[in-house]
């Protein structure tokens, strides 16, 4: 980032630059771990590939030493080259096979690295005629592109084709002066997937608009480049771009701020190209201090603060700052909290964060704020939240289903392989929404209860729009507080016109509510019936929440009281520790043993001679029932 004289005109937003914007504001920082290597000195020249992120130092054109260090790398790269000339670009292929140097604007030559081969070198010169090579870059470990003042060629393990010419609209300028492109105004980029040739155009085409733009050419793997994008700065002087987590990152050097753009957000489209502005307000990157090198007892002194937006600084794609003069790379990071103050329309923020790849935490804690005081939203708010999250939710699912039916179907051989759709972090599903937003919510008991209640219901319609099934715990969630603020009638509505679907869990949850509201028990059996359950299953479910006597009921209730076993209800009626529970089912089965056998004892086959003990203990063998007699 050289330095050129600050603009006439106060760029907007600029003023207090680097530590007087704050570092509560910073939305972009530099690794805490930056890669270390030689100064820049005139016997030492340094380059760095994109590609494979890795710094070159080059002494004496190679002749005393090649060092390539990676962010990535724990072990660098030494070996020595012939020195043919002065180094004007050098790169190795993906996976370091094939090293590539640049010396002329005319050819590049190359040198195997593969072990076990002989060390071939060969060059390979531009096909197009008169053209000079600008730069190259690998695209695989056997692919190579350059990129030349007519176009771009292609060349792979020999082969070779044209991409066409495009061209690049430059800014009208003064007759006297001829029209040019600087390499530094150029990058190429891949965003959301698509590689992008970002031109930085220091003033806009159209004489209304003042200051610079940043102008996105869409590159497809087939058809021609299309200018898509233009981002406006509002601003002139100095500028390099980065792309950060499918951000393009603006750094202005006169104000020493930076800017960041998301072309997935809505912009203004005019026919043709989308025109963004910058998402939030220009920011100083965080400042950072470098550590003092050397043993502990000789750095206790403070480390150093870096000069940020330095004159010396090169940026590269599509995140690498490096710093030439104090021998440091870092790479550039986008931090999402102060992003949640900065954006305070939450549809947008939404969408903003649902995009970056370390999401789910900042996306959960916007959720928790909006739900509390003092930033609490209102309901039409909330339930845009919601189906932000559930339709990233729905496509998840929707892609996992239709690789689970495509793997059990059995792919046909001649097909490529269907990958597993990635989990990202924007795929919030009910159960982190349910542990880190929704029951803490309504533990706090902050809000009025109506609000807790409209924000459970909204949640649980949001699902119901994009056809998820609502997890039973949801429900519970609801009906827990509808119990709590005692809004039984509401409990009653909500099951009455199916608003919470119905579970087994669910079932068992209303009739354990049975002793503080009665209608719970029907409601209870009602749903277990419309769930198809087996009148036996119904008994173990009542059994098992310990409702002896609502299961006695409902047996009695279809008519299979004879049949049941006395032991199973004799068992849970003892586990219930209530000695008038188990009075009365005892007192039950040795009258319905009366009624069927004429009389009231047990039989050994129904293995109850363990309760016909206990009861003699608890109550004495006087209060036995006796045999009727005619």
Same mark, same amino acid.
């Given at each position: 980032m050289s330095r050129e004289a600050p603009p006439e005109e106060e760029a907007p937003g600029g003023e207090g630059g680097g530590e007087r914007?704050? %570092?509560?504001? *910073?939305? !972009?920082? !530099? *690794?805490?771990?930056?890669? &270390?290597?030689e100064k820049a000195n005139p016997v030492n020249c340094v380059f760095f590939d994109e590609a494979n992120k890795q710094v070159f130092a080059v002494r004496s054109g190679g002749a005393t030493g090649v060092v390539v260090k990676g962010l990535e790398d724990k072990n660098p790269i030494s070996f020595r080259m012939e020195d043919k000339g002065e180094v004007k670009c050098i790169k190795f292929s993906l996976g370091n096979k094939i090293l590539a140097v640049q010396r002329t604007l005319k050819n590049v030559d190359f040198l195997n690295f593969i072990p076990d081969s002989p060390q071939l070198e060969y060059t390979q010169e531009c096909k197009t005629k008169n053209a000079s090579i600008l730069g190259f870059c690998w695209? /695989? $470990?056997? %692919?190579?592109?350059?990129?030349? =003042?007519?176009?771009?060629?292609?060349?792979q393990s020999g082969t070779m084709s044209k991409l066409s010419k495009f061209e690049i609209e430059l800014p009208?300028?003064? @007759? #006297? #002066? @001829?029209? #040019? +492109? /600087?390499?530094?105004d150029i990058a190429m980029a891949t965003i959301y997937g698509q590689l992008y040739v970002l031109? !930085?155009?220091h003033h806009s085409r159209t004489s209304n608009s003042t200051g610079a733009e940043v102008v996105l050419y869409h590159l497809p793997r087939e058809g021609s480049c299309k200018k898509t994008h233009i981002l406006k700065l509002n601003r002139t002087? @100095?500028?390099?771009?980065?792309?950060? =987590?499918?951000?393009?990152?603006v750094h202005h050097q006169d104000t020493e701020t930076s800017v960041i753009f998301d072309i997935k957000l809505k912009g203004e489209f005019d026919g043709t190209t989308t025109i963004h502005q910058f998402v939030l307000p220009p920011r100083s990157i965080q400042p950072y201090q470098i550590p003092v090198a050397g043993p502990a007892s000789v750095t206790s002194q403070s480390p150093v603060p870096c000069k940020l937006y330095s004159s010396s600084w090169i940026v590269f794609q599509p995140d690498i700052i490096i710093s030439a003069s104090e021998g440091y790379l870092w790479n550039l990071q986008v931090k999402l909290e102060p992003v949640v103050n900065l954006l305070p329309d939450k549809g947008k923020l939404m969408d903003f964060l649902l995009q970056r790849r370390e999401c789910k935490m900042v996306i959960l804690s916007v959720c928790s704020q909006m739900l509390s005081e003092p930033g609490r939203g209102s309901l039409s708010v909330i339930a845009t939240v919601f189906d932000k999250l559930n339709h990233e939710y729905k496509k998840y699912l929707e892609a996992e289903q239709s690789y689970t039916m495509v793997v059990e179907a059995g792919q046909s051989r001649n097909n490529p392989p269907l990958k597993r759709p990635?989990?990202?972090?924007?795929?919030? =599903?009910? $159960? =982190?929404m349910y542990t880190h937003v +929704? /029951?803490?919510?309504?533990e706090k008991k902050e809000a009025p209860h109506k609000f807790t209640i409209a924000v459970l219901m909204e949640y649980i319609r949001s699902l119901n729009q994009f056809q998820i099934a609502v997890q039973h715990y949801l429900y519970e969630l609801v009906i827990k507080t !509808?119990?709590? &603020?005692?809004l039984f009638y509401m409990l009653h509505q909500f099951l009455q016109y199916h608003v919470l679907s119905d579970s087994k869990p669910l079932a068992c949850l209303l009739l354990s509510l049975e002793s503080i509201y009665p209608p719970a028990h029907q409601l209870s059996l009602d749903m277990l019936k419309r769930l198809s359950t087996a009148n036996d299953e119904i008994v173990e479910v009542l059994l098992s929440k310990h409702q002896v006597l609502a299961a006695l009921r409902f047996i009695r209730g279809i008519g299979g009281h004879d049949s049941i076993s006395a032991r199973k209800f004799l068992d849970a009626a003892k586990q219930a520790d209530d000695d008038m529970l188990f009075y009365t089912i005892f007192r039950f089965f040795e009258q319905r043993n009366q009624r069927l056998r004429g009389n009231p004892s047990f039989t050994p086959g129904e293995h109850c001679e363990e309760h016909v003990t206990f009861f003699k203990q608890v109550f004495g063998e006087q209060a036995l029932m006796k045999p009727t007699t005619f």
């Open positions: 914007q704050g %570092e509560g504001g *910073c939305y !972009l920082a !530099l *690794c805490a771990r930056p890669v &270390h290597f695209t /695989s $470990s056997t %692919e190579i592109v350059f990129i030349t =003042d007519q176009g771009i060629e292609f060349y009208a300028a003064p @007759k #006297s #002066s @001829k029209l #040019s +492109l /600087s390499e530094r031109f !930085l155009r002087g @100095k500028f390099a771009l980065n792309v950060v =987590d499918n951000l393009v990152v990635v989990r990202t972090q924007a795929v919030i =599903d009910q $159960s =982190d +929704l /029951s803490v919510f309504t !509808l119990v709590q &603020h005692n």
